[in-house]
């Protein structure tokens, strides 16, 4: 499967326009202020922060392969951070035009 951010792939025509596909998942990971200053803390927080957008990207890719899609165009990533109480949740979605190339 092809995903770039540009509206088309290099070299190659689109022959159809699938519609959008999407994917989207969430962590979630204890907020402690103290912790911010534990670089072992970072470190887990970022490779957390990956682990959620790889995921995202791996249902996007789901989805665009169930509606037949060769490529994923115009590719965006959209983040938001949820906290509820001592909880905080990274929310990842990636959407993108779905479509056939000839």
């Not at 999407?22 to 990956?50: E, N, Q, R, W, Y």
């Not at 951070?81 to 959407?95: H, I, M, P, S, W």
Request: charged share 20%.
């Amino acid at each position: 499967m092809i995903i770039t951010t540009t509206e088309g792939v290099p070299g190659r025509q689109i022959s159809e326009v699938l519609g959008i596909a999407k994917g989207c998942c969430m962590k979630g990971a204890p907020t402690i202020l103290s912790s911010f200053s534990d670089t072992h803390h970072i470190s887990k927080m970022l490779a957390d922060v990956t682990a959620v957008e790889d995921d995202a990207i791996k249902r996007l890719t789901e989805n665009a392969t169930m509606l037949g899609a060769d490529a994923i165009i115009g590719t965006r990533f959209q983040s938001t951070a949820l906290e509820d109480e001592r909880n905080l949740k990274y929310v990842v979605t990636v959407y993108g035009t779905a479509v056939k190339l000839a």
